[in-house]
């Protein structure tokens, strides 16, 4: 079955400069969220998209913006970058439910893009 | 993550049934989440169970969810080597951004021959 693909799996950058991440969510799934996990650390949201629209922002720096695409594959943008970035950033997709159900969409994680800011 | 608490580590023997434990605190949860990740790669779904749900168990795998305490566990029966891993708790804290998941810090688990 096809998973949450994200490239590239590794990008190793200098501070100050830029990154983007890309995203593409399982076939007919229309939600993506981002998620920042550091060394040791637990998950932390970013930001969701749903139909391209956003639909829920967390801890994202201002210097990270994102966009869902139509055919809702997802980038993060990251600029001026910082040593505390360094992180695994995860991407992860679902169909919204939108009505009271015991099903549970598929909320299913890509395998990451680990970032390493030197 | 402050509301969602996991012990840190477990140690159990190979055979033996693990049992990790996690409290979360919102009480509007819809879906609460077990994942695992081993060294180095992404975060596995195992399972995960609906909030009017009491109980879900998938092969070696039962979720037991206590409402009224907001205490989760996921037991792992007849435990292997491959189990060892971190394991997160995850809660959807509401229906309206049911997507955005609030994670415990993780229970490292460490299966020993």
Known sequence: ?118 | GEDVEQSLFLSVREGDSSVINCTYTDSSSTYLYWYKQEPGAGLQLLTYIFSNMDMKQDQRLTVLLNKKDKHLSLRIADTQTGDSAIYFCAESPSTDSWGKLQFGAGTQVVVTP
């Open chain 1, 1 to 118: 079955a096809a998973g949450v693909i994200q490239s590239p799996r590794h990008l190793i950058k200098e501070k100050r400069e830029t990154a983007t991440l890309k995203c593409y969510p399982i076939p007919r799934h229309d939600t993506v969220y981002w998620y920042q996990q550091g060394p040791g650390q637990d998950p932390q949201f970013l930001i969701s998209f749903y139909e391209k629209m956003q639909s829920d922002k967390g801890s994202i720096p201002d210097r990270f913006s994102a966009q869902q695409f139509s055919d809702y594959h997802s980038e993060l943008n990251m600029s001026s970058l910082e040593l505390g970035d360094s992180a695994l950033y995860f991407c992860a997709s679902s169909l919204l439910n939108q009505g009271a159900s015991t099903e549970n969409y598929g909320y299913t994680f890509g395998s990451g893009t680990r970032l390493t800011v030197v």
